[in-house]
């Protein structure tokens, strides 16, 4: 079965520093996808990025980049000059025949 | 489009009562899936489906049923709440369950408590 593990329970970072969340996960698929969700205070589930395992480069969408350790199992979010309307729980998932998530990160950004 | 729509956004039940948690989506997805968000555990999936009349167990089914009559919808029912089922529950959607087009869209959320 596979397991995604977020060791950081809670983060807190000034505005406009940078800022990575942790990410690891467990699997014997050698196909499958990796995401990272930003869940804000409304509740609301985001896509924040996604990766493809078959894919060497780290995705990127605009302040938001991974590095994808595919060897190491290891799928970190870093979130460069970080808002405050990045505050959120952070939940990295991964989906091979289903989509499986990690215990979230609670990130707050400080002004 | 809508997106993906669940109703209520709050719920309160007692202990014994049943009752059916309401999802629907109108971007023509074949996947459509439940899930329970519950604090430090992140989201488990309750159950799924692959298409109008396939449903199928994810982690923790016990205590809730699905049918997937139309493409559009997929209900959640609970046939007799108890306690450890209060949690926010989220109904997701996409156009496959893998492959390239995997994007999950997820609903606004319900939150269940049961006393």
């Known amino acids: 079965a596979q397991t995604v593990t977020q060791s950081q329970p809670e983060m807190s970072v000034q505005e406009a520093e940078t800022v990575t969340l942790s990410c690891t996960y467990d699997?014997?698929?050698?196909?499958?996808?990796l995401f990272w969700y930003k869940q804000p205070p409304s509740r609301q589930m985001i896509l924040v990025i996604r990766?493809?395992?078959?894919?060497?480069q780290n995705a990127t969408e605009n302040r938001f980049s991974v590095n994808f350790q595919k060897a190491a199992k290891s799928f970190s979010l870093k979130i460069s000059d970080s808002q405050l309307g990045d505050t959120a729980m952070y939940f990295c998932?991964?989906?091979?025949?289903?989509?499986?998530f990690g215990q979230g990160t609670r990130l707050t950004i400080n002004p | 489009n809508a997106g993906v729509t669940q109703t209520p956004k709050f719920q309160v039940l007692k202990t014994g009562q049943s009752m059916t948690l309401q999802c629907a989506q109108d971007?023509?997805?074949?996947?459509m899936s439940w899930y329970r968000q519950d604090p430090g555990m992140g989201l488990r999936l309750i159950h799924y489906?692959?298409?109008?009349?396939?449903?199928d167990q994810g982690e923790v089914p016990n205590g809730y049923n699905v049918s997937r009559s139309t493409t559009e919808d997929f209900p959640l029912r609970l046939l007799s709440a108890a306690p450890s089922q209060t949690s926010v529950y989220f109904c997701?959607?996409?156009?496959?369950?893998?492959?390239?087009?995997?994007?999950?869209?997820f609903g606004p959320g319900t939150r269940l408590t049961v006393l």
């Open positions: 971007m023509n997805h074949e996947y």
């Open positions: 990766q493809e395992a078959y894919k060497q």
């Open positions: 997701a959607s996409s156009q496959h369950r893998t492959g390239p087009y995997n994007e999950q869209f």
């Open positions: 998932a991964f989906l091979a025949q289903k989509l499986v």
């Open positions: 699997t014997s698929e050698n196909n499958y996808y």
């Open positions: 489906s692959v298409g109008a009349g396939i449903t």
